[in-house]
């Protein structure tokens, strides 16, 4: 299943609890995040393999100015109204962890607290067949709803990296070679080397070798943004085939408009269409509510034809319902929006 059309059972059901399997770093942490704070949830993101057993149910905490044993609530998991709760790897916690939060999965108890019947519970899990799978128990395979996570699809990718603010030669290049976004094919991934030069993904014969998926998408644009573009150094978070092509491609940019220089007005449009195209990608990568004068202004700028790329991609993201109401950008926007 896809990951959107889960989440959007997730929001019709809030009272039956899901657990969203997939492969590692595909970006199910983060939609579900984005989903429910779009729709006004007050998040409360759980790293259950790193969370102390004191902020858990499990064991009493020991109030160190009365010196006494009494149950107390930290504040992220106080009552408080429209809260929604994402358990990240809760499979991989400690047996007491998991336990401690089982009540709250199953009946929205939680450390002597009631919360409503309708508040949103989502687990996220590792397919096994990754080999960093985690063991689905039986006394909680049947207390939640269980959806089987498809990777992303091209258009689902996109709207991600547009919405976290990717690189824009990271969003290009994955534009320009769509297999960095599969993180595992089994048909690709069985294949020998010689016929997977341009397969990212994961590969069961090398397990601990990095490879695409949208988490370390996120860590190589981190590097491009510090400046850092040589394949050497990007391979130790998307593998060296991926490194490689990504390098080379960073190469072909002639004439890279700076995110800074758009904002405040003295952007240059580049000499050629290539390069234009990545300027409006970077537009569309940088813009939000509170930079969308300076960043569309710039666009105007643009061939038409780079206009109606940076639209449909505007389209994807959060703030395009309050563009869609700047009339004046309506002559470059047209029916996208």
């Not at 109030?63 to 994402?86: C, E, N, Q, Y």
């Not at 699809?153 to 996109?158: F, Q, S």
């Not at 490689?244 to 800074?260: C, F, M, N, Q, W």
Request: net charge neutral; aromatic share 6%; glycine share 4%.
């Amino acid at each position: 299943m896809q990951l959107q059309k889960a989440l959007k059972n997730v929001l019709a059901c809030p009272s039956v609890s899901a657990m969203l399997i997939g492969a590692p770093g595909v970006g199910k942490t983060q939609a579900t995040a984005a989903t429910l704070r779009e729709a006004d949830y007050d998040v409360v993101l759980v790293s259950c393999q790193n969370l102390p057993v004191e902020d858990t149910a499990a064991l009493p905490v020991v109030d160190k100015k009365s010196m006494t044993t009494k149950m107390t609530v930290p504040v992220r998991f106080a009552l408080r109204p429209k809260v929604a709760f994402i358990l990240d790897e809760l499979l991989k916690a400690p047996e007491d962890v998991v336990n401690a939060f089982l009540p709250l999965v199953h009946g929205r108890e939680f450390m002597g607290q009631q919360f409503p019947l309708d508040t949103p519970v989502v687990i996220t899990a590792n397919s096994s067949e990754f080999k960093v799978g985690d063991a689905l128990r039986p006394h909680i395979a049947n207390r939640v709803m269980q959806y089987e996570i498809d990777d992303p699809t091209a258009a689902e990718a996109e709207r991600v990296m547009l919405d976290l603010h990717y690189d824009s030669r990271i969003i290009s290049w994955t534009q320009k070679v769509p297999s960095a976004l599969v993180s595992f094919d089994p048909k690709m991934a069985e294949k020998p080397d010689t016929e997977t030069d341009f397969y990212f993904g994961y590969r069961p014969r090398q397990p601990r070798q990095p490879f695409c998926s949208m988490r370390s998408l996120e860590l190589a644009s981190s590097y491009l943004k510090a400046g850092i573009t040589d394949a050497e150094s990007l391979a130790g978070a998307i593998g060296v085939r991926a490194a490689k092509s990504l390098a080379a491609y960073t190469k072909e940019i002639g004439h890279r408009v700076d995110p800074a220089d758009i904002l405040s007005g003295q952007a240059q449009v580049p000499p050629n269409l290539f390069d234009c195209r990545m300027a409006g990608v970077t537009a569309a990568s940088m813009l939000d509510e509170s930079n969308w004068q300076a960043v569309l202004t710039y666009v105007k700028r643009l061939p038409s034809e780079i206009q109606h790329l940076v639209a449909r991609q505007v389209a994807l993201k959060k703030c395009c319902v309050v563009l869609s109401q700047k009339r004046e950008f309506g002559s470059w926007v047209g029916g996208v929006l």
